[in-house]
């Protein structure tokens, strides 16, 4: 059984960071390119980074909206990816979900997400 599991959300500060983690089971995420997409309610969901290699070349990227403020990695030792947040904005309140995407294709992974509420 193929699992994503998110972690490491919760309630901060404007201006506070947080580390999000992505841990898969049942699949090898060195095949997959993973994904953070985030969905705020009444918002679409927006692809927040990517990272990894798929059968089109290297994914790395990461929205201009956050770009100075996050950054995303990936630890394939532990089977793992992270999105580090700095500087949070009360905007980047959301849910935050990790997707992984096989390298052609053909399995789409996602995790059912953790919350990050930026209030003061």
């Known amino acids: 059984q193929v699992q994503l599991v998110e972690s490491g959300g919760g309630l901060v500060q404007p201006g506070e960071s947080l580390r999000l983690s992505c841990v898969a089971s049942?699949?090898?995420?060195?095949?997959?390119?993973v994904y953070w997409y985030r969905q705020a309610p009444g918002r679409e969901r927006e692809q927040v980074a990517g990272?990894?290699?798929?059968?089109?070349?290297?994914?790395?990227n990461v929205a201009d909206s956050v770009k100075d403020r996050f950054k995303m990695s990936r630890e394939y030792a532990t089977n793992s990816a992270y999105l580090q947040m700095n500087s949070l904005k009360v905007d980047d309140t959301a849910m935050y979900y990790c997707?992984?995407?096989?390298?052609?294709?053909?399995?789409?992974?996602w995790g059912q997400g953790t919350q990050v509420t930026v209030s003061s």
């Open positions: 997707r992984a995407v096989e390298r052609g294709g053909k399995y789409d992974y």
């Open positions: 049942g699949i090898d995420l060195s095949g997959y390119v």
């Open positions: 990272a990894g290699i798929s059968s089109a070349g290297i994914v790395l």
